[in-house]
């Protein structure tokens, strides 16, 4: 969800408009968001499993949206889920999808016979907007946050809360990281290492202010993320644990800051079989002047900390 794509002024209006959306339906605050209740508010009259499609709607579809997961038919005011991608993900898809209806300009320049608008900038434009209204939909605001920010920074936060707001890992410590007052920042890639003995990066997120203190996150993986053997050091040593076994393994290592001084920082890794997942956080586990609970803070079942200390 690359949301530096959109202006300030755009997320913004989104964010008030998906938090208006929750007041409207009367479910601001309610977790894990009744995304119906929303759909209904907004003037959504039904929400179908895209499994469901009419016969003749299906043969009619061009060949490049045969694969769509989700899609909103605005003149019928439905929109259709794939709820096969799981629930969590299914969560998503459709709180995306409301958003498309939620966002005042979207239904105007959205036409699913214009390839370009389909397929083009428009489009991408368009989706990463929705993302940013179903983050907000989903993580209801700043409540995620937080209710995260209770517990020490690190990746057991939004893991423990994931199954309460109904959203995957992935996208909880997405969220968790990017909306973090403090310096955090999270690594997202594939979990087959390359030549150079790295995973391919596929995304990369920081708050503000880790990007104000240390720059983009992706500057520390222009070659991917390392996965050395265990006996190595380094961070590689950090993410070859997770790989190897899928629990969240965590070590420490210092990073430079813009300023040209070494800040020190724990790393957090973390492979669910699909993807790699890796989040940098001050060492000093402090936000905001308080100190924070380390303890009370439940893993998904199967996920364990394993430590991985290293120079």
């Not at 907007?129 to 517990?151: H, M, P, S, T």
């Not at 989040?279 to 308080?290: E, I």
Request: aromatic residues 8%; glycine residues 8%; hydrophobic residues 45%.
């Amino acid at each position: 969800m690359a949301t530096r794509e959109i202006n300030e002024l755009a997320r913004r209006q989104i964010r008030a408009g998906a938090q208006q959306a929750l007041r409207a339906a009367g479910v601001a605050g309610v977790i894990p968001t009744p995304l119906d209740a929303v759909a209904r508010s907004a003037g959504v009259t039904e929400i179908v499993d895209i499994a469901h499609l009419p016969t003749g709607l299906v043969a009619k579809r061009p060949s490049l949206l045969r694969r769509v997961v989700g899609a909103i038919f605005y003149r019928e005011r439905v929109v259709f889920v794939d709820r096969s991608q799981g629930v969590p993900r299914g969560r998503f898809i459709e709180a995306h999808e409301v958003s498309h209806k939620i966002i005042p300009w979207h239904e105007a320049i959205f036409r699913l016979d214009d390839k370009e608008r389909i397929f083009g900038p428009t489009k991408r434009t368009l989706d990463i907007e929705a993302d940013i209204g179903a983050a907000e939909l989903l993580f209801q605001g700043d409540l995620f946050v937080r209710q995260a920010l209770d517990y020490r920074v690190s990746m057991a936060a939004p893991f423990s809360l994931a199954p309460d707001f109904g959203v995957s890992l992935t996208a909880a410590i997405r969220h968790y990281a990017v909306d973090h007052p403090d310096p955090v920042a999270v690594a997202i890639g594939g979990r087959y290492r390359r030549a150079n003995g790295a995973v391919p990066l596929w995304d990369a997120h920081e708050s503000p202010s880790f990007r104000a203190r240390i720059g983009p996150a992706r500057q520390f993986f222009a070659s991917g993320i390392p996965a050395r053997d265990l006996g190595d050091e380094g961070a590689g040593a950090v993410v070859e644990q997770a790989l190897r076994f899928g629990d969240v393994a965590t070590g420490e290592l210092s990073l430079t800051d813009l300023r040209g001084e070494d800040e020190p920082f724990t790393l957090e890794a973390f492979c669910n079989q699909h993807i790699v997942m890796v989040m940098l956080s001050p060492r000093a586990g402090r936000v905001q002047g308080r100190r924070i609970r380390v303890a009370s803070v439940e893993l998904p079942a199967g996920i364990s900390i394993v430590r991985s200390d290293f120079g």
